[in-house]
């Protein structure tokens, strides 16, 4: 229901939901008094959808679309939904189908599975600004897993970390606003004799790092990492800043998106700044 008191949805407004899965939401929309047109690329789903909602006469128009795409022909459009998938740039034929001042609910990430979902208001420029949402990520995990990269044959350095492995999904995003290469992977392996598992991070570079899943007598987690890029002292300079700035929450994250740029501002009394051209950009060193 967070996400219904999020949109604050009235009745005639015209509401596009990209992602039918079973069609809950847009039946909800639509008892709410939104006329909503819901599209989605599973055509096995349209028919049973559109004939409960014809069934119960609610104003819901199931398309076969791809997502980017949008549906320019129910446009413009009050609100446009878009959870299923985290998107690093917002297609141009959302932005362009949102009327000024409506309101686009996304997941939007930094890079790949470092987001959350968000809230966005279409300028008159089709310029979009918004903060993340507190309510849970829906589209992907924390951070992407997968096979880890080879390795480095480099020495590695072992010491102790006061950062937990995952400990929380805004330090994940703030490390990759700090340098984290965007093609990172996650694994987190369980030894044989079913002891302590340790999560592992790799990049294409060759570096890695692995960290205990339990801390030792201490309290402090095992690190070990290698290669030219130290991946666990990026998350432990994202946790410090988080840290720093009073673990701020989702919502003090603002975001805007313009044609040719993106921008994420930390707000609060030392406010920081981050801009980049494209997702294949980095990141640009924080401003205050």
Partial sequence: MALLK?????????????????????????????????????????????????????PVQVEAADARAGWPLGAPYDAIIALDDGVQE????????????????????LAPSAGNPATLIRGTAHELTGTFCSFPQTATDTVRSGEPFPRTTDSASKRTT?????????VWVLAHLLGM?????????????????????????????????????????????SGPTRLWSLVEEAFTCWHDHGRPPWEHFQLSYAPGHQAVTLTGHRGLRWSRDSPESAWNTPET
């Fill in 6 to 58: 999020t949109l604050q949805v009235r009745p005639g407004q015209r509401v596009l939901h990209i992602g039918l899965h079973t069609g809950a939401w847009a039946t909800l929309l639509a008892h709410r008094g939104a006329t909503v047109t819901a599209t989605t690329t599973d055509l096995a789903r349209i028919g049973p959808v559109q004939d409960f909602v014809d069934r119960h006469e609610l």
């Fill in 90 to 109: 917002i297609p141009t034929r959302w932005t362009q189908q949102l009327r000024p001042e409506g309101l686009l609910l996304a997941h939007c990430e």
């Fill in 162 to 170: 006061a950062v937990p492995w995952r400990d929380d999904r805004i």
């Fill in 181 to 225: 290469p965007a093609a990172v992977r996650t694994s987190l392996l369980v030894p044989p004799d079913r002891s302590v598992p340790t999560g592992v991070l790799s990049t294409p570079d060759g570096s890695w790092a692995e960290v205990a899943d339990l801390p030792g007598p201490d309290g402090r987690w095992p690190v070990t990492e």
